[in-house]
């Protein structure tokens, strides 16, 4: 069994088919797939997707919602061993300029705190004053680094324990984002505007619309 959260999870997952008295081929008969998918899953190599992990642990007759909360573990203990040390988050917030940068670190946010289950951090946030509830979709945009509002954000940070006196500095680096965002759409529309114009075959339209791309 290869060392490590990711063969420390496997060797838990035979255990738990062990206990039952079951072979890989019953469990694999009992999960509905091949004998190689069951058998991938408690090698070792690599963490099994979480899909199959509850299911391998419903056939052993285990809680799959316990199994889940260890998967989660491991995958995060895996990251952490093979990441390099994690820089300072100030100095990494300060150099966020738009939603992709923000969303990837609201992401290392939501691992750092164990990456709960969506249903969690809904109870979270809803236990937080003052600020809107977090829908499962809107967690989900959140962690693809879909653009969000400033209070839904600190929803979210509420709901991953992030401590209420760093949030200046996310606040900070979201109007950063924010911005950038307003003069990318702005781009966008001058950059369309000239292609109307050039399409029409208006020189005066075409330069105008060209001028306003230029920066003042």
């Known amino acids: 069994m290869p060392p490590g959260p990711v063969g420390e999870f496997a060797e838990r997952l035979r255990l738990a088919r062990r206990y039952r008295g079951l072979s890989r081929e019953e469990v694999a008969q009992a999960m509905a797939c091949s004998l190689a998918t069951v058998r991938r899953a408690e090698a070792g190599d690599t963490l099994p997707q979480l899909p199959i ?3 391998h642990a419903a056939a052993c007759g285990v809680d799959p919602d316990e199994v889940e909360v260890l998967w989660k573990r491991a995958r995060r203990a895996d990251r952490r061993r093979r990441a390099p040390a994690a820089p300072d988050p100030s100095a990494e917030l300060r150099s966020v300029c738009d939603f992709t940068g923000l969303g990837a670190l ?3 946010v939501y691992e750092e705190a164990g990456a709960p289950s969506y249903r969690e951090l809904e109870r979270r946030a809803r236990r937080a004053r003052d600020l809107p ?14 653009p969000l509002s400033e209070r839904r954000m600190l929803a979210f940070l509420t709901a991953c324990g992030v401590p209420e ?10 109007r950063r984002a924010h911005r950038s965002r307003t003069l990318a759409k702005r781009r966008l529309s001058g950059v369309r505007a000239a292609e109307a114009a050039w399409c029409s075959r208006s020189r005066r339209e075409y330069e105008r619309a060209l001028g306003s791309l230029r920066p003042p």
């Open 106 to 108: 609201l992401a290392d």
């Open 165 to 174: 006196e760093t949030f200046p500095r996310w606040l900070r680096a979201h």
């Open 133 to 146: 509830p977090l829908s499962r979709s809107t967690i989900g945009r959140v962690l693809a680094g879909a």
């Open 53 to 55: 992990a509850r299911s």
